[in-house]
């Protein structure tokens, strides 16, 4: 079994708290276009960056995804 993420959460993060996409790039240091890839799941965040985002966003590291096990 494996762990994948299937849906990322940090849209709905931003929503909570009154923020947008652009800025929570520009508190982590990322373009615009690459936070929107990482939201849309065309890239999977690196564990230093999600950890990063996490922390900006007041959350615990595995409410960025949602997550499921898949079979082998």
């Given at each position: 079994?494996?762990?994948?993420p299937?849906r990322?959460?940090?849209?709905?993060?931003?929503?909570?708290?009154?923020?947008?996409?652009?800025?929570?790039?520009?508190?982590?240091?990322?373009?615009?276009?690459?936070?929107?890839?990482?939201?849309?799941?065309?890239?999977?965040?690196?564990?230093?960056?999600?950890?990063?985002?996490?922390?900006?966003?007041?959350?615990?590291?595995?409410?960025?995804?949602?997550?499921?096990?898949?079979?082998?």
């Amino acid at each position: 079994m494996v762990l994948v993420p299937i849906r990322c959460r940090i849209p709905e993060h931003l929503h909570r708290i009154g923020k947008t996409q652009q800025w929570l790039a520009d508190r982590v240091a990322m373009s615009k276009q690459q936070m929107s890839d990482y939201v849309t799941m065309r890239f999977v965040l690196k564990i230093a960056k999600a950890k990063e985002i996490a922390d900006v966003l007041n959350i615990n590291i595995d409410d960025l995804y949602e997550w499921e096990w898949r079979g082998e």
